[in-house]
């Protein structure tokens, strides 16, 4: 008897309007969840491209007789410097074209006006596994480079790391608000649906059926429509992260200092978790509102 509960009470006709907000919350999960995992994988690239660097910039001296000969020989000496310091692997000066590439995302690409001093950038790798004095280092510079300003890129790291972790946990918070509203949304649904079925539920219980069994014959309707219903909308997302993977397609540059928005092949299993916890909510929510209902009304 219990196999055929899921057929004894028939789906609304009704149920469209919650198979489309079911549809939507998923949607929305899904895009949560896929920018939670965009952050992450942001930070840690930008923090495993930062954690191993070291940026000394010199300033352009504001006196002396050849601003720009000092600027050079301050330059060399502290590529001189880097390359004799235990931990640094090697030092080496960005060109001009490296420089401006660097800058045009925030500048444009003509944005830089002949005649202004840029300073130097002098980019120097740390040996994996070494301990470089920054405190040390900073005082060889100043001696040897007064205008040198040393950039170990911590603070960098602890702001980007500050930044993904804010994302992600307002996506988990965004997750949980979905959650609730699904919930609500299929515990009025069953509410609803056994006002219109009460003769049907009032004969089964006269018959003898428990409220466990009453409560079978509606969570699957529920769990089998919540999950059709949060994959269509999971798949939409799906498609929206491919998408924006894709923009170049249409004339649309990405922005250069910003991650790619789109998936990688590896993270778009998670999504798959979306219709799974969106149908084992419904499915929860729907029992646990008949079996209130009917112990209620019994």
Do not use: C
Not at 35 to 56: K, M, N, P, Y
Not at 135 to 155: C, E, F, I, W, Y
Not at 243 to 267: D, K, N, R, Y
Request: net charge negative; glycine share 8%.
């Amino acid at each position: 008897m219990s196999d055929r509960a899921t057929y004894i009470l028939p789906r609304d006709k009704g149920a469209a309007p919650l198979d489309f907000v079911i549809a939507v919350m998923a949607f929305l999960a899904a895009l949560a969840l896929g920018a939670s995992l965009v952050a992450t994988r942001a930070a840690e690239g930008w923090q495993s491209g930062l954690a191993d660097r070291i940026t000394v910039q010199v300033l352009p001296p504001e006196v002396g007789n050849n601003p720009a000969a000092d600027l050079e020989n301050e330059t060399r000496t502290v590529v001189r410097v880097l390359n004799a310091t235990r931990g640094i692997a090697h030092a080496k000066r960005l060109s001009d074209a490296e420089i401006n590439a660097l800058v045009e995302p925030w500048i444009g690409k003509d944005g830089v006006v002949a005649g202004i001093p840029l300073p130097r950038l002098v980019d120097a790798t740390v040996t994996p596994g070494a301990d470089v004095d920054i405190a040390r280092l900073t005082d060889d510079l100043k001696r040897a480079a007064p205008n040198a300003v040393l950039d170990d890129h911590r603070r960098w790291i602890s702001r980007l790391r500050g930044l993904a972790d804010a994302v992600r946990w307002s996506a988990y918070g965004i997750l949980l608000l979905i959650a609730g509203a699904t919930a609500a949304a299929v515990s009025f649904a069953t509410r609803a649906g056994l006002d219109a079925h009460h003769e049907m539920v009032a004969l089964l219980h006269q018959m003898g059926a428990l409220p466990g069994f009453i409560a079978r014959a509606v969570e699957w309707h529920y769990f089998i429509s919540a999950l059709f219903a949060a994959a269509l909308g999971t798949a939409f997302a799906g498609l929206f992260f491919l998408g924006a993977g894709g923009l170049e397609v249409f004339g649309l540059e990405a922005v250069p200092f910003l991650p790619p928005l789109s998936l990688t092949w590896t993270e778009f299993p998670w999504l798959a978790l979306v219709p799974v916890v969106t149908s084992l909510i419904a499915w929860a929510t729907a029992r646990f509102s008949v079996l209130s209902v009917v112990k209620a009304i019994y």
